[in-house]
């Protein structure tokens, strides 16, 4: 209910701004249009502010509320979620800049029990490395919807002493190369998304850092939702 909340009241403000120009309200209007008692406008608003969705500004008896970057980014995720619903896309193309990773990649992907089953799932023996695709923060809600599609499943294991968590394969598309979005259930960055191939991609692409790349992400019919 609260999040339904806050999308409600963040629509309705970036509703007067794109028609009005500006979102000089009182709680009571905001109350009137949502059917809200002023009461839990105000409430409402105050939980807005305190989580940096909004800035607040009183003129006279009235308030200006601008919608912060954060604001944004949630009606952003709603937008994508219905074009999702509606516009049903076969994939999802996510931008970003090349980044090094720490070395990481190629001693995880190489376990044992990862390799078997990136054999038998996808078909194909991943080269030992991943290649690290750094987001702009206007990419985080494609990156939100990703997690809610159903991708293949690489169970995690536990070896030497050690448990290794699952992670979650989206099959994808880099300059027309065929490779894997791979998601860790635990220890990842949140702003990183790891691809991985049978090529080295670095090399076979040409890539170096900071080089923008297009990842796009195949979407399968019947796959949403999880989340």
């Given amino acids: 209910m609260e999040s339904l909340n806050i999308v409600q009241i963040l629509k309705l403000i970036a509703h007067e701004y794109v028609n009005r120009g500006d979102t000089i309200m009182t709680t009571a209007e905001i109350g009137n249009a949502l059917h809200f008692s002023q009461q839990s406008a105000s409430r409402w608003l105050t939980i807005l502010e305190n989580k940096a969705y909004i800035k607040r500004y009183r003129i006279a008896n009235k308030e200006k509320i601008i919608i912060t970057s954060y604001g944004w980014q949630i009606l952003e995720r709603e937008y994508n979620e219905y074009k999702f619903i509606f516009e049903n896309p076969k994939q999802l193309l996510i931008t970003g800049t090349v980044t ?95 691809i991985i191939s049978e090529f080295n991609l670095r090399s076979r692409l040409n890539l170096k850092d900071d080089d923008i790349v297009k990842v796009y992400i195949k979407l399968v019919d019947g796959d949403y939702e999880r989340c």
């Fill in 100 to 194: 090094s990773g720490f070395g990481e990649g190629s001693y995880y992907i190489g376990r044992g029990g990862y390799m078997k089953q990136f054999k038998e799932l996808i078909g194909i023996t991943p080269f030992l490395g991943t290649l690290n695709i750094r987001l702009d923060s206007s990419e985080f809600n494609k990156l939100d919807l990703l997690k809610c599609k159903y991708g293949t499943i690489i169970n995690g294991f536990s070896a030497d002493g050690r448990t290794y968590g699952d992670v979650t394969l989206y099959k994808a598309a880099l300059s027309g190369t065929v490779c894997f979005v791979i998601i860790p259930e635990r220890g990842h960055h949140p702003d990183v998304i790891e």
